[in-house]
């Protein structure tokens, strides 16, 4: 019975015959895109190809390398040429390459990726010029074809998840060449609505029906929208501009809605959440304000009232009786002063502070009028001084003494020269003048 058993390796070396036998899998013409490309540093390459459902592994080895006239990269269509078997260690099967050439789609790949370097160095990837998606969306807005799968499974999964949400759709062309065009106009026309939450995408297809979402001025208009983004476009493999220009890229349309609102069951759960919360504080707050009220009650004041009225009664007597004493002790400190100016002098011989006075005014009469004698002794000399000298010097006294002045039409004459016969003239004397002429 033991003898029907087999192991492993012996199904996997099985399955390895049967496929290296296959003559349909020992020559096979294969269309795909590289994914996962790497290469090795002996010379090998090892990548995935894939298509929009299904992917197998492939390896080249450097003999095949040798011959082809391209590096490959993630995202390039190829054809390939190759035998289809069985890796033994991991009984995984694989295409080994034997060559490679680019497909036609190749060139949309270099497009893509000179596209993406250009608009990544103008920081339209940046993370911090994402925007946040809204946490409960209340209406969004729906860029896509408006009949296929991709707006009913949006519709139904937003009806399942948020049905609060109200959904507005902009029919556009999600394919071929009047596509791009009519998407930056729809993003345009959503930008004036008063949207949420904006959803821009389409289902899964080839590249060539995905490149509208490729396009730089669909990208510019999507990165300049003032409304939260997503893209959805395509499958979860499928990678477009829109994507990385939007504030978040979603890998299917119904995975947008599932990403940009919540789930109904999970909101009521959390408000149920909150609720149990805000009940458990408010009981906890009756708890400590019944306690501090509790506390308020039991205090001796509030079950003796009349104690506090006693205990101010007998401080209002105790400042009573200090506010009387300090009164008294003020009066008697004031009559002691009263009574001591009382006896002094000023008021029992008033007239002495007349004489007090009277002699100090008398003293400083005499003092001032010493003090003008002197001052008026200390002008009068030199001025007495002067008018000696002047007296001395008058030409007056000179004259009384019979000296006189002769002019001779005003010219004082000092010499008998200055004067001829016949001249008039004017002698001033001490008491007037005369007038002669000279003979």
Known sequence: MQDKYITVTQLTKYIKFRFDNDENLGHIFLRGEISNFKAH??????????????????????????????????GMKVLVTGKVTVYEATGGYQIYVNTMTEDGIGNL??????????LAKEGLFDPARKKTIPRYPETIGII???????????????????????????????????????IIRQIKVASTYPLDLLIVGRGGGSIEDMWCFNDEMVARTLASCPIPTISAVGHEIDFTIADFVADLRAPTPTGAIEMGVPHQNDVLQLIEQIEKRLEKSIFHQLEVENEYLHQLTDRYILKNPLSMYEIKEQKFDHL?????LGMGQLIDIRKARLAKSIDTYLFTHPERLYMEKEKELAHVLKTLQQQSTLTLEHFTNPYNQVLSKLETLNPLLTMKRGYSITRREGEVITSSKQVKKDDILDITLADGSITSKVV
Not at 44 to 66: C, G, P, Q
Not at 109 to 118: G, P, R
């Open 320 to 324: 009573l009786d200090r506010l009387s």
């Open 109 to 118: 790949y270099i497009a893509f990726e000179q596209l993406k370097e250009k």
């Open 144 to 182: 896509t074809a408006p009949t296929g799968a991709a707006i009913r499974d949006i519709l139904s999964t937003l009806k399942r998840r948020w049905p609060l949400a109200r959904a507005i759709l902009f029919p556009s062309l999600v394919q071929g060449a009047s596509a791009a065009p009519d």
């Open 41 to 74: 540093s002996r010379g090998h390459y090892y990548f995935t190809l894939k298509d929009e459902t299904s992917r197998i592994n492939a390896v080249m080895f450097s003999s095949s390398v040798s011959k082809c006239k391209f590096l490959p990269q993630d």
